[in-house]
């Protein structure tokens, strides 16, 4: 598989897209349902290091076979601090030509440290026409009204749905419920979250008692361990860094919309064995995505990660009890 990357390219034949997409969002509706399971890509890399956009791509491939409903880039999963704003820009580029008459719908990270950085990325985003975007709070922010003016900026300059990430930001700012709410009532095309700041259960039921109207999806994540408990309390799904169980995810959603609560209880015991895994052996993501033919390397910048014997021999021993109910 070869892609070819010319920005000048890219962006000429973006333009058309994103008009036609900011007028069909113009009267506040979703271009597609964004509800189900989410999945925040993980970032391949070559033996050097160097982020593989062929592989990247090849990821948006995988994740439609396996059913999944969205996919999300970068993200803090997609090891977003190790990323360069070129390879930022650069990969949002090729996920949306990737992504283009696919099925799953495409969200685009556009965080930044501040409005003016966070603003470079969502231009960007805008122009490549995704069905979303989403940003984490400004680690540079040192009031709530510096998050409203964030989040003010962003809204003006899309009209498409907009999520907040309620985790991440600056350390002593916490993005309330109250917060959210009243910011939704101002902007049409704000009141999408992911809620995974503590007190999650609480805050989730919150802000699901206003929706529809002004809050429009409450989706759930939190590496996935409360997932069936969340999604019972109404939650619109997760977006997650779940690729390596993608196919997984998806069920589980499915399950859930059919009422099949035995059956999803039954796949999900089976992944909780996994994600545990996440905690005590570093390199396990990679690793399975290799095995399972998505990535060439399990090459990661936040260390490198040699797997001993004993520690592939626990991945394989819990992996194997997924075996079953993997569909890709």
């Given at each position: 598989?070869?892609n ?17 997409s900011?007028?069909?969002?113009a ?45 999300v ?13 070129d ?18 719908a ?12 966070m ?13 979303a ?17 964030y ?16 985790s991440?930001?600056?350390r ?49 994540a939190?590496r ?27 069920q589980?959603w ?20 996994m ?6 052996i ?14 060439k ?8 990660h ?9 991945i ?11 569909k890709?």
């Amino acid at each position: 598989m070869t892609n070819t990357y010319t920005r000048r390219g890219w962006l000429a034949s973006a333009g058309s897209a994103a008009v036609l997409s900011r007028v069909a969002l113009a009267a506040g509706t979703e271009a597609r349902p964004l509800r189900g399971a989410f999945m925040i890509l993980s970032t391949p890399y070559t033996t050097s290091k160097a982020v593989d956009f062929e592989d990247l791509a090849g990821e948006v491939e995988f994740l439609e076979r396996c059913g999944v409903q969205g996919l999300v880039w970068p993200q803090n999963a997609s090891e977003l601090s190790k990323l360069t704003k070129d390879e930022r820009m650069r990969g949002m580029e090729v996920l949306a030509k990737a992504a283009k008459g696919r099925k799953p719908a495409l969200m685009l990270g556009v965080q930044g440290r501040n409005t003016a950085e966070m603003l470079d990325y969502a231009r960007h985003a805008e122009a490549l026409a995704p069905d979303a975007v989403i940003a984490i709070p400004p680690t540079e922010a040192r009031s709530l009204d510096d998050y409203r003016q964030y989040y003010r900026a962003l809204c003006k300059t899309t009209a498409r749905p907009v999520f907040i990430q309620t985790s991440g930001g600056a350390r002593d700012v916490e993005p309330t419920v109250e917060f959210m709410v009243d910011l939704a009532r101002e902007l049409p095309n704000f009141g999408y979250v992911k809620e995974e700041h503590d007190p999650v259960i609480p805050r989730m039921k919150a802000l699901i008692e206003h929706r529809p109207d002004p809050i429009k999806r409450v989706f759930c994540a939190n590496r996935g361990a409360g997932l069936l408990y969340e999604m019972r309390l109404g939650s619109d799904g997760t977006i997650i860094g779940g690729t390596p169980y993608a196919d997984i995810f998806a069920q589980l959603w499915n399950l859930h919309q059919q009422n099949k609560f035995e059956e999803q209880r039954e796949v999900f015991s089976k992944l909780l064995l996994m994600l545990n895994l996440d905690e005590r052996i570093p390199g396990v993501r990679p690793y399975i995505l290799k095995k399972r033919g998505v990535f060439k390397t399990t090459v990661s910048r936040q260390g490198d990660h040699q797997l001993s014997t004993d520690a592939i021999s626990e991945i394989e021993y819990n992996f194997a009890a997924l075996q079953p109910y993997l569909k890709v």
